[in-house]
């Protein structure tokens, strides 16, 4: 058997391992990811990939809130396996991919 799965606009991911996103993610997983057009593709729950005003690299962390400010619209993120929400508010721009498929 054989398994077909069309996604537009994707991209494969594979992760380093920080242990911020255990026991889901880790160094052994890969991802399918799609790229988000608008703020619409974002939803609290999605695992997201974005650079960090904070630290070097892309970070792949949970969206926990969401909202508007005078800046527009942002997100707030926090690892699975981390005590404290990221900081900053990530917009849009920040914004890389968004994890639709985790194979392990």
Same mark, same amino acid.
């Not at 991802?31 to 703020?39: D, K």
């Not at 005003?53 to 993120?77: E, N, P, Q, S």
């Given at each position: !058997?054989?398994? +077909? &799965?069309?996604?537009?606009?994707? =991209?494969?991911? *594979? +992760?380093?391992?920080?242990?911020?996103? @255990?026991?889901? &993610? !880790?160094?052994?997983?890969?991802?399918? =990811?799609?790229?988000? =057009?608008? =703020?619409? !593709?974002?939803?609290?729950? $999605? &695992?997201?990939?974005?650079?960090?005003? %904070?630290? @070097? /690299?892309?970070? #792949?962390?949970?969206?926990?809130?969401? /909202? %508007?400010?005078? +800046?527009?619209? %942002?997100?707030?993120?926090? /690892? @699975?396996?981390? $005590?404290? *929400? $990221?900081?900053?508010?990530?917009?849009?721009?920040?914004?890389?991919?968004?994890?639709? #498929?985790?194979? %392990?």
């Amino acid at each position: !058997d054989q398994t +077909f &799965i069309k996604i537009q606009n994707h =991209e494969w991911s *594979i +992760f380093t391992n920080t242990k911020s996103m @255990d026991p889901v &993610i !880790d160094s052994t997983s890969n991802a399918i =990811e799609i790229i988000p =057009e608008s =703020e619409n !593709d974002i939803h609290i729950g $999605d &695992i997201i990939a974005y650079k960090s005003k %904070y630290k @070097d /690299g892309i970070v #792949a962390h949970r969206v926990v809130d969401t /909202g %508007y400010d005078g +800046f527009g619209w %942002y997100a707030r993120l926090k /690892g @699975d396996n981390n $005590d404290y *929400i $990221d900081p900053g508010k990530v917009r849009f721009d920040q914004i890389k991919r968004v994890v639709v #498929a985790i194979i %392990y």
